[in-house]
């Protein structure tokens, strides 16, 4: 017998759309509770009160998003998820040390979000953030940024930048200026402004240049998180490809919205007038 979540996902209910918007507030709330409260302090780690209010509130959301979707979730999803959630931990720690100011710790996350949509996608990079975050403290502050990249991510795909690829590098670049502005929120407002490896050098660079540390700090993250997104959308859309298709049709997300561009011999096939 088949696991019900492995057939057609039903559509959201109210109560599920409720506690999806739910989800989505408690993720605003804690990033604004977070900003408002927190001295910008030239720290290397967020305070105990920071870490636990980020962790609570973040939490909170991640739970409440999780419970809005996962009875639309296919069981392709959950498996999908905790690969996801290896992929970011895994390549963002790699990246984290060499010196080059990207990150790449959200690959796992857009791929999530291009094949179930804007929802999962905010889900999985709240919890990767989280998992991530008993490792390095310091990112969890920074959930609110994975959210957003999912939920961007999701909504590209709905509106076809993954089935129009020439769309995808406008959409990365949306999704880089929003993190960017979230980023660097984060930054002044829990950090102080500081930062480590590659990114922090190219803080030091626009400092040495003249700039302000605010203003500095924005353009380390703009032109960090350009490059990654684009980097990150690409990767995801190749492994979305990569992936056979009859695994990407068991998202009912992809069948929905037609994230993917048929093969050619299907859209042949289709073309082909019927005998």
């Known amino acids: 017998m088949s696991h019900p ?5 039903p559509r959201r209910s109210p109560l599920r759309t409720v506690l999806t918007v739910l989800g989505a507030l408690a993720a605003a709330a804690t990033f604004v509770f977070l900003i408002l409260t927190q001295p910008g302090e030239p720290v290397d780690a ?8 980020a962790l609570t509130g973040y939490g909170i959301a991640t739970v409440l998003l999780f419970v809005g979707i996962l009875p639309t979730l296919p069981t392709a999803t959950l498996a999908l998820i ?14 984290g040390t060499a010196l080059v100011p990207i ?13 179930a949509g804007p929802a999962a996608g905010a889900a999985t990079g709240l919890l990767s ?16 940024g994975a959210a957003v990249i999912g939920c961007l991510a999701g909504l590209a795909a709905r509106w076809g ?14 999704t880089g200026f929003a993190a960017a502005f ?16 590659a990114t922090g050098a190219v803080i030091a660079v626009f400092r040495a240049a003249g700039d302000g540390l605010a203003e500095s700090v924005l353009k380390g993250a703009i032109l ?15 492994l979305a490809y990569a992936l056979p298709r009859r695994a990407t049709q068991r998202f009912e997300f992809v069948r929905r919205h037609r994230v993917l561009a048929a093969p050619r011999k299907a859209r042949d096939s289709e073309a082909a007038p019927a005998a």
Do not use: M
Request: no cysteine.
């Open 5 to 9: 979540l492995t057939a057609e996902a």
């Open 46 to 53: 967020p305070s105990a009160s920071a870490t636990l209010i």
């Open 82 to 95: 905790p690969v996801a959630l290896v992929l970011n931990i895994v390549l963002g720690q790699f990246v």
């Open 103 to 115: 990150y790449l710790d959200s690959i796992g996350t857009v791929l999530v979000a291009f094949l």
């Open 129 to 144: 953030t989280i998992v991530w975050s008993f490792f390095n403290p310091t990112l969890i502050p920074f959930a609110a």
């Open 161 to 174: 930048a993954v089935r129009r690829l020439w769309w995808l590098p406008l959409a990365a670049l949306a």
């Open 182 to 197: 979230i980023g660097t929120t984060v930054a002044l407002a829990v950090y102080g402004g500081t930062a480590t490896g």
């Open 224 to 238: 960090s998180d350009l490059v990654d997104k684009l980097v990150t959308f690409a990767a995801a859309a190749a």
